[in-house]
């Protein structure tokens, strides 16, 4: 499964949202920021109340230069349920938080 995020114009676009996948399914994160004039972005996918990932992942942070695109995973979703997680973006150099959003990602069992 491929999960586009976005930032443009200073708000967070995540698709498909909600996100429905089944069990042992790969999940990438692609991620980019259009049209911006920062050096680094910093971007995080957070699950802050229980993650379908394995070893009980729950976060991944990316940094993005030039073109601010690229992707990142936690690995296949291996525990069913309704998950809200977190999206965030910031701006690497400064700490400042540019946008956050909280999509679902929702895993059926086989």
Known sequence: MEICVE??????????????????TPIVWFIRGS???LGRLQWT???H???????????VTAATVGDHS????????????DYKYGVSVGD????????D??????VRPR
Do not use: C, M, Q
Request: glycine content about 14%; aromatic content about 6%.
């Open 7 to 24: 930032f443009v114009n200073g708000r967070l676009a995540i698709s498909p949202d909600p996100a429905v996948v089944t069990v042992d």
């Open 92 to 99: 690497a150099e400064t700490g400042e938080l540019l946008g």
């Open 45 to 47: 996918i957070y699950f």
């Open 101 to 106: 959003d909280d999509p679902r990602l929702i």
């Open 35 to 37: 049209r911006l004039a």
């Open 70 to 81: 690229g992707a990142t995973t936690l690995g296949p979703a291996v525990k069913p349920g």
């Open 49 to 59: 109340h229980g993650t379908p990932f394995p070893d009980g992942l729950a976060s």
